[in-house]
């Protein structure tokens, strides 16, 4: 009887570990640790994008002042480049909320610098699929969230560098699920050289329905122009706490007739 008891908690368990496992927090990182220094296009799938012919953003690990990446990172070349990698996300799940983030380096009052990272569908023309988020012309945090979800474009913000002045900046979109296919969508930011905590930029906005988060993007999307560089962009998924409720009461119900059962 003992041993039967023992094979209801281990079940019990064992499919808890499972629903756990497909539920808890889904992290995406993508940063440029381990691919050679040099040429970025043609390098770990990156290829030129439908807006760009410039092939001179950079794989460089090289230190520069108020930079707080690590390792390896991508920098703008000469030339404002746009790059893509086709990137499966098929893992994104419908009506639960996600944030997109990356680390972005801005250096004020310089013109046309440029370092943004995000994600596209596969025509990456169709700006209404896309969002991106990072640092732009130097002085600038930059958002862009496409008309399909109910986006204004583009959104600025001075970081309030000083001229020739560098800095490291979290640049994100946290994306709330409101439980109807519709999304409540906040960017923000961290200035990461000056250890701050998140700062919201705007007033969050609600999305359109978008019932296929899954096969919304199938590429990532990079925009880069000297002194830009980017380093970590992320995807987090989290689940809502209702799954993870109903995990524990799967468990809780197993436990439950395992004992019965022992009785």
Not at 35 to 43: A, I, K, R, T, Y
Not at 96 to 122: H, P, R
Not at 175 to 202: K, L
Request: charged share 15%.
């Amino acid at each position: 009887m003992l041993n039967n008891y023992r094979n209801y908690v281990v079940l019990g368990l064992t499919i808890v570990l499972v629903g756990v496992a497909a539920n808890v927090q889904a992290d995406f990182i993508y940063n440029f640790n381990g691919l050679p220094s040099g040429q970025l296009v043609g390098n770990d799938g990156w290829t030129l994008g439908a807006l760009g012919t410039a092939t001179d953003v950079q794989v460089d690990n090289a230190a520069v002042t108020n930079w707080s990446g690590s390792g390896n990172y991508a920098k703008g070349g000469t030339n404002q480049t746009t790059l893509s990698r086709v990137t499966d996300l098929s893992w994104l799940q419908n009506n639960v909320s996600f944030d997109i983030s990356t680390l972005a380096y801005a250096v004020g009052n310089t013109v046309n610098a440029i370092a943004m990272l995000g994600v596209q569908a596969d025509d990456g023309t169709q700006a209404a699929d896309i969002i991106l988020v990072g640092t732009y012309t130097g002085d600038d945090l930059k958002w862009y969230v496409g008309s399909t979800f109910g986006g204004p474009g583009w959104i600025t913000l001075n970081s309030g560098l000083g001229s020739g002045v560098g800095g490291t900046f979290k640049v994100g979109i946290e994306a709330t699920a409101n439980g109807d296919n519709t999304y409540s969508m906040q960017p923000y930011y961290v200035d990461v050289t000056n250890s701050g905590s998140r700062v919201d930029v705007g007033i969050a906005f609600n999305t359109t329905i978008i019932s296929d988060l899954s096969t919304k993007w199938t590429k990532l999307q990079m925009r880069a122009k000297t002194p830009g560089m980017l380093d970590d962009f992320t995807i987090t998924q989290i689940p809502e706490p209702s799954s993870i409720a109903l995990l524990a009461a799967g468990l809780i119900g197993l436990l439950a007739y395992a004992w019965r059962k022992r009785k």
